[in-house]
């Protein structure tokens, strides 16, 4: 089976999915959304992802009309009808149909789509060898913590990649590293993790803190505060993070190599108990 999906609570045929040409994230990208993994059935960290989708609807004055607890159970129910084991879990909300105008719509209903599929893991080779990416100047909005679906400075950035031959685009403002443009960004520089402070030019990714939370367990110093192009290029290690790109070491940005130019110790330390954590959390 291709993919599950269920379209304001109904399931519905793939090819037969449809919104309203006024949709207002459609016409305005008026709208958020939530990527969830599922290892061997299991939903990796769901209530966190919709903890997230709660608190960036608070921000956009959007009421979930549906319920968190029925969006929950549709997407297990997604899941479980398509006999997936390793599923991705796609979500998105927008405020719904209204006639276009700028301001919010006094009443609307929210549309809201479940879409569950295999997942497809990244190669083994990235995790063993390391990626290469490059960088970009940061153009997005700076309500950079709200998950919405206005990506098009983020997919720009991801063309660059793919164009340059590099796995991701990690984003600058100003010459200091925010993010990337699909995961978050670790350096690591004399046995110190460093990541960018959780604020508004960030996307608070559940990865991100899961790994801050693996790396407190195994005692390493954790620091969440700016950095610099500069300090990217010379730190000794260096990885990403995302729900589907999980733990990815880092080994050359811009052409410059980083470290030893080979996933280091303390990236592989991470990577081994994030893989842990995929075979027994179910929340």
Not at 187 to 202: E, G, M
């Amino acid at each position: 089976m291709e993919a599950v999906v269920y379209l304001n609570g109904e399931r519905v045929d793939y090819a037969d999915a449809r919104v309203s040409v006024e949709d207002r994230g459609f016409q305005f990208g008026d709208g958020l959304y939530e990527v969830v993994r599922v290892y061997g059935g299991r939903f990796f960290y769901l209530d966190r992802h919709l903890k997230r989708l709660q608190k960036g609807a608070d921000e956009i004055y959007m009421e979930l009309d549906f319920g968190l607890d029925k969006l929950k159970d549709i997407c297990k129910k997604a899941v479980a009808e398509g006999g997936f084991k390793d599923a991705s879990v796609y979500i998105q909300v927008t405020r719904g149909a209204a006639p276009r105008q700028h301001v919010f719509p006094e009443k609307s209903s929210c549309t809201w789509v479940v879409i569950a599929r295999e997942a497809k893991p990244q190669p083994s080779q990235f995790y063993e060898n390391g990626v290469n990416v490059i960088t970009v100047p940061d153009e997005r909005w700076t309500r950079c913590n709200i998950k919405t679906v206005q990506l098009i400075a983020n997919c720009i950035a991801k063309e660059k990649a793919r164009r340059a031959g590099a796995y991701e685009a990690v984003f600058h403002r100003g010459g200091i590293v925010t993010e990337a443009s699909s995961s978050n960004v670790f350096i690591i520089k004399d046995k110190k993790l460093i990541t960018h402070p959780a604020n508004n030019l960030i996307l608070h990714g559940i990865t991100r803190s899961v790994v801050l939370e693996i790396a407190e367990k195994l005692g390493f110093n954790v620091v969440e505060e700016t950095f610099s192009l500069d300090r990217l290029f010379d730190a000794d290690e260096a990885f990403l993070t995302g729900t589907m790109t999980e733990v990815m070491p880092i080994v050359k940005v811009d052409g410059k190599m980083i470290g030893d130019g080979v996933p280091g110790e303390m990236t592989r330390d991470i990577i081994e108990e994030f893989g842990k954590l995929t075979e027994t959390v179910d929340q």
